[in-house]
């Protein structure tokens, strides 16, 4: 009789739709956020300092790498917007719906009014009593008036829900515009941006093309100095992983005691932290507070020249400057390597793990020292020249290189 059901259902539809776009509009929000959040850190990372030296191939990384994010960003702002839109036109064919019930319920009350005062000008209530036959009948009229009294409260208290209802939609159909509106303004801000970008790029592009062989050897140069430190570091730690065998093997009193080429022989206790470091894949820590990757794990090719293979041995993180590098988990001193030029390398052992924080200016930290997780252990080295502060930051099991990102908590 009364529409009790239809207004649940309609509240209980648009909850459900609220829910469904809602959930994947966070997730957009999120994203577009955090895609903020790294712009910034692009320009205060990369582009706040003014260099020394110009370096083309090295601007062109910087502003590919700006243009990635924006591209990024701008593709974000465009889902989030089209989300918005479909949200929009539900709400306003919601609005209608709902308009044209209420225009309903307000003439079927306007009716039952008109009648109720038609009746009461023909005859009094109190007449209409007084003509029952007998007292079941005067007793059921009674009812029958309290009933209709009850009906018209109630009637005028849905024609106030329903308006409700409306009005919340209205203010939720003016919000998602402004919304919309403020991602629209900010998507043309990036469009402008890019444009500027890019235009930037292609003069770079256009540089390191008339000097492209110059490039292509300090390039190939540059790429062989990694390999042969790569190759060092690599000797190093095989030299330290036999020496720590050798020191465990005299406190195990086990000279028979053996294991595998290149692999650190365990103490119980050491298999508990490696255990440990194991159990916690995908929850460690960032060695850097704050810091932006540049340079990824693996194998990939160079963004300019084909041909030329980067091979990303860990991360480069670049950070502040003045920032310390910290330990990402319990472990410890393995040493502290000392490349030509006078930058530092700790590593940290975590039982067969090994974690290497290399291009430190400072260290406060010295072989054989016990570390815990978040411990500082150095000043991140700032070149002079590129103004940049990185962080070469390495995991290893026993000799074996693995990819940083897939142990640490994600950004």
Same mark, same amino acid.
């Given at each position: 009789?009364i529409?009790?059901r239809f207004?649940?259902?309609i509240?209980?539809l648009?909850?459900?739709?609220?829910?469904t776009?809602g959930?994947?509009?966070?997730?957009?929000?999120?994203q577009?956020?955090?895609?903020?959040?790294?712009?910034k850190?692009?320009?205060n990372?990369?582009?706040k300092?003014?260099k020394?030296?110009?370096?083309?191939?090295?601007?062109?990384k910087?502003?590919?790498?700006k243009?990635?994010?924006?591209e990024?960003?701008?593709?974000?702002i465009n889902?989030?917007a089209?989300i918005l839109?479909?949200?929009i036109?539900?709400?306003?064919?919601?609005?209608? +719906? @709902?308009?044209?019930? !209420?225009s309903d319920l *307000? #003439?079927?009350?306007?009716?039952? $009014?008109?009648?109720s005062? %038609?009746? &009461?000008?023909?005859?009094?209530r109190?007449m209409?009593?007084?003509?029952?036959?007998n007292?079941?009948?005067a007793?059921?009229?009674?009812?029958y008036?309290?009933?209709?009294?009850?009906?018209?409260?109630?009637?005028?208290?849905e024609?106030?829900?329903?308006s409700n209802i409306i009005? +919340? @939609?209205?203010?939720? !159909?003016w919000?998602? *515009? #402004?919304?919309?509106?403020t991602? $629209?303004?900010?998507?043309? %801000?990036? &469009?402008?941006?890019?444009?500027t970008d890019?235009?930037?790029?292609?003069?770079l592009?256009s540089?390191?093309?008339?000097?492209e062989?110059?490039?292509?050897r300090?390039?190939?140069?540059?790429v062989?100095?990694?390999?042969?430190?790569?190759?060092?570091?690599?000797k190093?730690?095989?030299a330290?992983?036999a020496r720590?065998?050798r020191?465990?093997k005299?406190k195990l009193?086990?000279?028979?005691?053996t294991? %595998?080429?290149n692999?650190?022989?365990?103490s119980?206790?050491a298999?508990?932290?490696?255990?440990?470091?194991e159990?916690n894949?995908?929850?460690?820590?960032?060695?850097?507070d704050?810091?932006?990757?540049?340079?990824?794990?693996?194998?990939?090719?160079h963004p300019?020249?084909?041909?030329?293979?980067?091979?990303g041995t860990?991360?480069?993180i670049?950070t502040?400057?003045?920032?310390?590098?910290?330990a990402i988990?319990?472990?410890?001193v393995?040493?502290?390597?000392v490349?030509?030029e006078?930058r530092?390398n700790?590593?940290?052992?975590?039982?067969?793990y090994?974690?290497s924080?290399n291009?430190?200016?400072?260290?406060?930290?010295k072989k054989?020292?016990?570390?815990?997780?978040?411990?500082?252990?150095?000043?991140?080295?700032t070149d002079?020249v590129?103004?940049?502060?990185?962080?070469?930051?390495?995991?290893?099991?026993?000799?074996?290189?693995?990819?940083?990102?897939s142990?640490?908590?994600?950004r």
């Amino acid at each position: 009789m009364i529409k009790n059901r239809f207004y649940i259902s309609i509240i209980l539809l648009l909850i459900s739709v609220f829910s469904t776009f809602g959930q994947t509009r966070k997730q957009l929000e999120a994203q577009r956020k955090k895609l903020n959040l790294e712009m910034k850190q692009v320009n205060n990372l990369l582009f706040k300092e003014k260099k020394k030296e110009k370096n083309a191939l090295e601007d062109l990384k910087d502003i590919n790498k700006k243009i990635k994010v924006r591209e990024q960003l701008i593709a974000t702002i465009n889902s989030e917007a089209s989300i918005l839109s479909k949200e929009i036109s539900k709400n306003e064919l919601k609005i209608k +719906k @709902l308009d044209k019930k !209420l225009s309903d319920l *307000k #003439k079927d009350y306007a009716d039952m $009014i008109f009648k109720s005062y %038609k009746s &009461k000008s023909q005859q009094s209530r109190t007449m209409f009593l007084l003509s029952s036959q007998n007292f079941y009948q005067a007793y059921k009229r009674l009812e029958y008036m309290k009933q209709y009294t009850k009906f018209r409260k109630k009637q005028g208290e849905e024609i106030k829900i329903q308006s409700n209802i409306i009005q +919340k @939609l209205n203010d939720s !159909l003016w919000y998602q *515009k #402004k919304i919309k509106d403020t991602l $629209i303004l900010s998507e043309k %801000k990036q &469009k402008l941006a890019i444009e500027t970008d890019k235009k930037k790029q292609e003069k770079l592009i256009s540089t390191i093309k008339k000097k492209e062989n110059k490039y292509k050897r300090a390039l190939q140069k540059k790429v062989k100095e990694e390999k042969k430190l790569t190759a060092k570091i690599d000797k190093l730690i095989k030299a330290e992983i036999a020496r720590a065998n050798r020191i465990a093997k005299a406190k195990l009193k086990s000279k028979s005691k053996t294991t %595998k080429k290149n692999e650190f022989l365990l103490s119980p206790e050491a298999k508990a932290l490696a255990t440990k470091f194991e159990l916690n894949k995908g929850k460690l820590p960032w060695p850097v507070d704050e810091g932006l990757v540049v340079r990824r794990f693996g194998k990939q090719p160079h963004p300019t020249f084909p041909g030329i293979t980067i091979n990303g041995t860990g991360l480069h993180i670049v950070t502040q400057k003045g920032k310390d590098a910290q330990a990402i988990f319990n472990g410890k001193v393995l040493n502290v390597l000392v490349s030509s030029e006078g930058r530092k390398n700790v590593l940290i052992q975590h039982g067969n793990y090994i974690t290497s924080y290399n291009n430190l200016e400072k260290v406060y930290v010295k072989k054989g020292d016990a570390v815990k997780t978040g411990q500082k252990l150095g000043q991140i080295f700032t070149d002079k020249v590129s103004k940049k502060t990185k962080l070469i930051f390495v995991l290893f099991k026993n000799t074996t290189r693995l990819n940083p990102s897939s142990w640490m908590l994600k950004r």
